[in-house]
């Protein structure tokens, strides 16, 4: 098991910036990639951002390239979503997930575990 706890929501401007964060804990050796999710209200969950614990390969949604950033802190298992230039359509409830693979980072059913979510608003 893996435990995901999120951290760093809240409400921003639009055109602000915000930093969210993901702890792991627990079997996090089984952990390959850390990806970054989000789903607004009546919509469906879609990839945001996505990095391998090992080096440095990233990947991000088209919608978010250049204003969006994930890091990583191995030494803390810890994931970051540095967030620039916030849109009101970026409003939603982000969560983190990891999988055991580095297949289809960007498909969030291949996923093994979740954080609960932390929440997103931007005001335009």
């Known amino acids: 098991q893996v435990q995901l706890v999120e951290s760093g929501g809240g409400l921003v401007q639009a055109g602000g910036s915000l930093r969210l964060s993901c702890v792991a804990s627990?079997?996090?050796?089984?952990?390959?990639?850390m990806g970054w999710f989000r789903q607004a209200p009546g919509k469906e969950r879609e990839f945001v951002a996505a990095?391998?614990?090992?080096?440095?390969?990233?990947y991000y949604a088209d919608s978010v390239k250049g204003r969006f950033t994930i890091s990583k802190d191995n030494a803390k298992n810890t994931v970051y979503l540095q967030m620039n230039s916030l849109k009101p359509e970026d409003t939603a409830v982000y969560y983190c997930?990891?999988?055991?693979?580095?297949?289809?980072?960007?498909?969030?059913?291949?996923?093994?575990?979740w954080g609960q979510g932390t929440q997103v608003t931007v005001s335009s």
């Open positions: 627990g079997r996090t050796f089984s952990s390959y990639i």
């Open positions: 997930a990891t999988k055991s693979t580095g297949l289809l980072a960007t498909r969030g059913t291949t996923y093994d575990y």
């Open positions: 990095i391998r614990w090992g080096g440095s390969t990233a």
